[in-house]
């Protein structure tokens, strides 16, 4: 089968799953439909904005499917209508076997982890909260059970210690457009050779999605613990604390990156600052200096830029 006979449509809304439909077109592969999330409100003018996948295959002149439910029998018709040999699901929603069963090549999916780890939906935050060292990214057949799949390939990457969800999630956006490639040769070449997934217990760690409660930051909690929990969340979706002003108001801050101190002990919760360049806050073992973040109602800036109109001695202490 050649690149032109191959038929393929590729389903994924955000910036990470353009990468990899960007890599297929300047790969000359035959894009035949795209499946991406609806036109949705958004801004202050609440005007409709495309997904940015959308915003690619249109520039690409690819045909674009917009489903708002994936069992619509309109939308099943349109799809099936593509006659796709095969579907690559990019960061889409989870599909129902009506979809992923249609092409006779099969659907497979990159996911963002080393597979059987971090199943779900948030397996970059949580690789980076959970302080690993090592990440990657996985191909893998679709099948009834969420991210159980066959695996293709997979690809490692280190996790460095200044890290964040977002630097993690550039840098495996690309690894994972190379491994899309790869894939789709190995299918057009007749080579593939899936296999099952680990069940050992001990390589199982699980992905879910993060909701604001888990991103509030625990000071209780050593520095290390805190510090690992705070870039896992950089930028999206941020961990956030409070502080408790002496005019007894509370003000809600999104923190982005935190830096480890050597030799300071603060109890948890407890702050020091000069009020110029610098703000620690103690935690259950050891310090942290906050170095970047955003107070309510303000942009983000760094910790010298807030220090200028923000006086600490207001602060009573940080929840």
């Known amino acids: 089968m050649t690149k032109k006979d191959l038929r393929i449509v590729f389903m994924g809304t955000p910036d990470f799953a353009v990468e990899s439909l960007k890599a297929l077109v300047e790969n000359n592969y035959n ?14 003018g609440q005007k409709l904005k495309q997904s940015p996948v959308k915003e690619y295959a249109v520039s690409a002149e690819i045909p674009v499917l917009q489903p708002e439910k994936l069992k619509n029998e309109t939308f099943l018709s349109e799809l099936k209508a593509l006659q796709a040999d095969l579907q690559i699901i990019v960061a889409f929603r989870m599909l129902p076997e009506v979809v992923w069963s249609m092409p006779p090549l099969g659907s497979f999916n990159l996911h963002g982890s080393l597979l059987p ?45 200044d890290d964040t969800a977002g630097t993690v999630h550039d840098k495996m956006m690309v690894l994972g457009a190379g491994l899309v490639i790869k894939t789709v040769k190995a299918i057009e070449n007749e ?15 699980h992905a879910p999605k993060i909701f604001k409660d888990d ?27 409070e502080f408790a002003m002496k005019n007894g108001k509370q003000i809600s801050c999104k923190v982005f990156f935190a830096e480890r101190i050597d030799g300071k002990e603060l109890a948890a919760g407890q702050f020091e600052s000069d009020n110029k360049t ?28 807030l220090l200028r109109g923000f006086d600490t001695e207001q602060i009573q202490g940080i929840l």
């Open 31 to 44: 894009i035949v439909g795209v499946v991406t999330a609806p036109d949705r409100p958004a801004g202050r």
């Open 278 to 305: 610098y703000l620690s806050v103690g935690t259950g073992k050891g310090a942290l200096n906050i170095t970047h973040l955003q107070m309510a109602g303000k942009k983000r800036m760094s910790i010298d830029e």
């Open 117 to 161: 780890r971090y199943r779900g939906a948030a397996p970059i935050n949580w690789a980076v909260i959970n302080g690993d060292k090592e990440t990657g990214v996985t191909t893998f057949f679709l099948k009834h059970e969420i991210d159980t799949g066959n695996i293709i390939y997979q690809e490692k990457m280190p996790i460095t210690d």
């Open 191 to 205: 080579t593939v050779q899936a296999l099952p997934q680990s069940n050992d217990e001990t390589q199982l760690k």
């Open 215 to 241: 991103c509030r930051i625990d000071w209780q909690k050593d520095a290390e613990s805190i510090r690992n929990h705070i870039r896992g969340l950089s930028p999206y979706p941020t961990a956030w604390t």
